[in-house]
């Protein structure tokens, strides 16, 4: 009798004997892990908030460039709102909260990880047009037609999420093998258009288009160290138009930072997605999980290091001068 009791005590709803999952186990170090990555959750949400807050307040901070910064922000923000959170339960206890809200997680974690890709590319656009196409990028790269293109993006991702769960949508649970489970089983041929479709094609574009970007940086970099000396005979409206070049070379460096963080985090989940998927079901570990969305805490890292803006506005809002008529 008292092996009995301490067997059901074991599973996620004693009451259902057979058909319910065991409690997780896990070891000491994965518990602090996983507590860890609460903390990490924490902080991704504090600093994606203070770029929502900054973007969307200031304005001169609204220029095109700033607003598909916001909508990647946003996509971290839900990552660290939700998408950890949740991550961190299904792999540290039982799955209390059904089936539906397992694939609505699914969709969620599919849509948003989806969107942060589709940001991702528009920034590296837009660092395209900006060095290679500057006479242009003022018409082709305007506020308004950026925006048609951010929620162009989160559109068609929102799509895109419900075609690959399609089948999970249908018959939410069919993929669990007991109940207290949160699986979702992804077959070869949707696995295999997600590989191409959310990697290796965006990969391609983004290497592409900063491969250009970077052989114009340096070439312009070399032009204008040739011409220090006669700089200085050069007319004031002159000058500035090289300042802004510096600042475009700037901010074409500081996005070539964030993509290259991007594809370290992303490329790990995406290779074992590569290597392991096949008609069974298959599922990365956590830590790969974790990795993968680490860099949405790392993005807003990288702003603080490398965008003024960003550190005046975060210091204008922490010490709440931000409430003041006209801040």
């Known amino acids: 009798m008292l092996m009995e009791t301490r067997s059901s005590t074991e599973l996620c709803f004693p009451q259902l004997l057979n058909n319910s999952c065991k409690k ?13 990555v609460l903390l990490v959750s924490l902080l991704t ?9 900054s973007i969307s307040h200031f304005r001169q901070l609204h220029t095109p460039t700033n607003i598909l ?19 961190v339960l299904r792999n540290k206890a039982c799955w209390f909260l059904g089936d539906a809200l397992c694939v609505l997680y699914s969709y969620l974690v599919a849509h948003v990880v989806s969107a942060s890709i589709g940001n991702i590319i528009l920034i590296s656009v837009d660092r395209y047009v900006a060095i290679c196409d500057p006479m242009h ?6 506020a308004a037609r950026v925006k048609c293109c951010v929620c162009g993006c989160w559109f068609w991702y929102a799509l895109y999420s419900v075609l690959y769960l399609k089948d999970e949508l249908r018959r939410p ?5 007991c109940s207290g489970e949160c699986m979702v089983f992804i077959n070869y041929a949707v696995a295999t258009v997600d590989l191409v479709l959310n990697f290796i094609i965006p990969v391609t574009i983004i290497v592409v288009l900063y491969t250009r970007v970077f052989a114009v940086a340096v070439s312009q970099a070399r032009a204008m160290r040739s011409h220090v000396a006669a700089a200085r005979l050069q007319l004031r409206g002159e000058r500035k138009e090289r300042r802004a070049k510096a600042s475009e070379l700037k901010a074409a460096r500081t996005l070539g930072i964030l993509v290259f963080v991007y594809l370290m985090c ?10 392991e998927v096949s008609l069974t ?16 805490c790392l993005n807003p890292v990288i702003y603080s290091l490398f965008y003024p803006w960003f550190r ?15 801040s």
């Open 266 to 275: 992303y490329c790990p989940f995406y290779c074992y997605t590569l290597v």
């Open 45 to 53: 949400v504090t600093l994606n908030l203070l770029i929502i807050i």
């Open 312 to 326: 005046k506005a975060v210091k204008v809002i922490v010490t709440l001068q931000i409430l003041q008529p006209g």
């Open 69 to 87: 910064l916001l909508s990647l922000a946003v996509s971290d923000f839900l990552v660290g709102l939700l998408l950890m959170p949740l991550e």
């Open 24 to 36: 997780p186990e896990r070891l000491w170090s994965e518990a602090v892990i996983l507590d860890m």
């Open 173 to 177: 649970g069919s993929s669990n093998s």
């Open 137 to 142: 990028y003022p018409t082709r790269m305007s």
């Open 281 to 296: 079901t298959t599922s990365p570990t956590p830590y790969l999980f974790f990795l993968f969305y680490f860099n949405s």
